[in-house]
C-alpha cells in the first residue's frame, strides 16, 4: 500500500524559509514523478511543483517559482520542497502525491502558516 | 494547461436522492486520466475514482465516474449522509495537473 507522510509543516514568518519533507513507501519512490499539491483554507486544490524520478527534470507553478525548490533523496524515499520567501498567500496545507499505476496517492498533508 | 470546469457549484439535495456532478475540460484529457475526490472540512481529499471510472479501494459502489475526452460525470446513485461534502475533479494526463474548482452537496 502506498503511504505519504509529509512534516515539517509550522508558522513562518513573512520572508522567512520552511522545508517539507515527504516520506513514502509502499512503492518503488526512484521509479515516479513526485507532485507538491497545495490548498489555502477555505479555497480549492492548485498544483505547485513537480519532479522527476531521477530529479533531473522540475516544474513549478508560476506563483512560487524562484521561491521554491523540489527535490528528491531516492535512497531515503523522501521528496522535498524548500520554501524561501514566503508571502502570507502561500499559507496552506501541503500535500505530497504520486501518480502509481495511474492511481494518485496522497499524504495527510502538513499545515504551513505564514504570518507575523 | 487544461482547465476543468465542474458543475453545479453547488447541489442541495436529501439523503437517498441521486447526485450527478459534472467535470467539462477544456481539451481532451489524455489516457482519460481523471479523478474525483471527496473532501469533508479539516480532511486530507479522499479519492473516489480514478481513470475516469475505477473506484479506489474501499469506496462502496454507490460511486460511479464515467466520461471519455472532455466531459466526465461523478455519480452518487443514493446519497448517504457522509455523503454531503466538497467534491473536485482532478486531471492529470497532461503536465501540469489541474483541479476543478469543487462542487459543494449540500443537505436538502
Known amino acids: 500500500e502506498v503511504q505519504l507522510v509529509e512534516t515539517g509543516g509550522g508558522l513562518v514568518q513573512p520572508g522567512g524559509s520552511l522545508r517539507l519533507s515527504c516520506a513514502a513507501s509502499g512503492f518503488t519512490f526512484s521509479n515516479y514523478w513526485m507532485h507538491w499539491v497545495r490548498q489555502a483554507p477555505g479555497k480549492g486544490l492548485v498544483w505547485v511543483s513537480r519532479i522527476s524520478s531521477d530529479g533531473s527534470i522540475t516544474s513549478y507553478a508560476d506563483s512560487v517559482k524562484g521561491r521554491f525548490t523540489i527535490s528528491r533523496d531516492n535512497a531515503k524515499n523522501t521528496l522535498y520542497l524548500q520554501m524561501n520567501s514566503l508571502r502570507a498567500e502561500d499559507t496552506a496545507v501541503y500535500y505530497c502525491e504520486s501518480i502509481v499505476e495511474a492511481r494518485p496517492n496522497w499524504g495527510q498533508g502538513t499545515l504551513v502558516t505564514v504570518s507575523s | 494547461e487544461v482547465v476543468l470546469t465542474q458543475s453545479p457549484g453547488s447541489l442541495s439535495l436529501s439523503p437517498g436522492e441521486r447526485a450527478t456532478l459534472s467535470c467539462r475540460a477544456s481539451q481532451s484529457v489524455t489516457s482519460n486520466y481523471l479523478a474525483w475526490y471527496q473532501q469533508k472540512p479539516g480532511q486530507a481529499p479522499r479519492l473516489l475514482i480514478y481513470g475516469a471510472s475505477s473506484r479506489a479501494t474501499g469506496i462502496p459502489d454507490r460511486f460511479s465516474g464515467s466520461g471519455s475526452g472532455t466531459d466526465f460525470t461523478l455519480t452518487m446513485s443514493r446519497l448517504e449522509p457522509e455523503d454531503f461534502a466538497e467534491y473536485y475533479c482532478?486531471?492529470?494526463?497532461?503536465?501540469?495537473?489541474?483541479f476543478g474548482q469543487g462542487t459543494k452537496v449540500e443537505i436538502k
Open positions: 482532478q486531471q492529470y494526463g497532461s503536465a501540469p495537473q489541474t
